[in-house]
């Protein structure tokens, strides 16, 4: 069997304004954490044989661990496109909508669209790559959408869009 691995269809370069900041922070605290781990890794080698100082082999994982975020940050970052301002028709849904949708039960979700480097379920972000947002883009409020899931298909309604955060 080969090793060939079909390519990873690659994310959408956009990201908000917060996302962008937040990994820029994350990148220069990479930096400040890499020095600390270097300095222990350093410590470690200077006790003796290595192959067997587990301090050494952890810190050397961790370095590693920290060398590739680092380096993937240094690559992502100056592809990505700040999406700052809102669309001509804020009743459309776009990047970086809050979108509320209601399910034929009647529950209801707010989702937030948002790039691939900053979605969080637990807040409610999107990623503008998923299928619920490509259902949502450039409908608006009473749209019916239809999104297909692995637990089958599910419909839903849009009752509200905004780009401004909602209150709580």
Known sequence: MGRYRTPVPGSSPYITREGYQSLSDELKALWKRRAGVTKALTAA?????????AEYIYRKKELR??????????KRLPDLKVVAQQPS?????????WVTVADDDG???????VGADEFDPAKGWI?????????????????EIRVETPQGRCDYTI?????AAPDG
């Open 45 to 53: 080698a200077a006790e003796g044989d290595r192959s067997e100082n």
């Open 107 to 113: 529950t209801q979700c707010c989702y937030r669209i």
């Open 159 to 163: 009752t509200g869009v905004r780009y």
């Open 89 to 97: 028709d804020p009743t459309l849904v776009f990047f970086g909508a």
């Open 127 to 143: 990623s503008m790559d998923s299928p619920m947002a490509k259902a949502l883009m450039k409908k608006t409020i009473r749209d």
């Open 65 to 74: 661990e920290i060398d590739r975020r680092i380096r993937y940050l240094q």
